[in-house]
């Protein structure tokens, strides 16, 4: 069983940077895709980023949205997935949720991923 506790949430100013964690437990963290992704009060669950696991040689996708701002990266020794958020918005608040799925299609709806964190916060203030 594949469990996921996201850190890093807060508030900050627009302009600001936030960077997330993800820990992984139970499983082989190498060979998990992760993402990634943010529910905005009101609003559907959004894809943000994905960071491939090892069949997928580490591929990075990026929603448009934040693309130039945000960068996924993962730490395979330390079993944690990172988001790093700049020039942050206030249309990124929202609570930020990270997902992982075993190997196999790499995809960006919430629906390709079995294993999710509890979310962490994250507020952009104007």
């Known amino acids: 069983q594949v469990q996921l506790v996201e850190s890093g949430g807060g508030l900050v100013q627009t302009g600001g940077s936030l960077r997330l964690s993800c820990a992984a437990s139970g499983v082989t963290f190498s060979i998990l895709h992760m993402a990634w992704f943010r529910q905005a009060p009101g609003k559907e669950r959004e894809f943000v980023t994905l960071?491939?696991?090892?069949?997928?040689?580490?591929?990075?996708y990026y929603a448009d949205s934040v693309k130039g701002r945000f960068t996924i990266s993962r730490d395979n020794v330390k079993n944690t997935v990172y988001l790093q958020m700049n020039s942050l918005k206030p249309e990124d608040t929202a609570v930020y949720h990270c997902?992982?799925?075993?190997?196999?299609?790499?995809?960006?709806?919430?629906?390709?991923?079995?294993?999710w964190g509890q979310g962490t916060q994250v507020t952009v203030s104007s």
């Open positions: 997902a992982a799925e075993y190997a196999g299609t790499l995809g960006r709806s919430a629906g390709s991923y079995r294993f």
């Open positions: 960071v491939a696991g090892s069949s997928g040689g580490g591929i990075t």
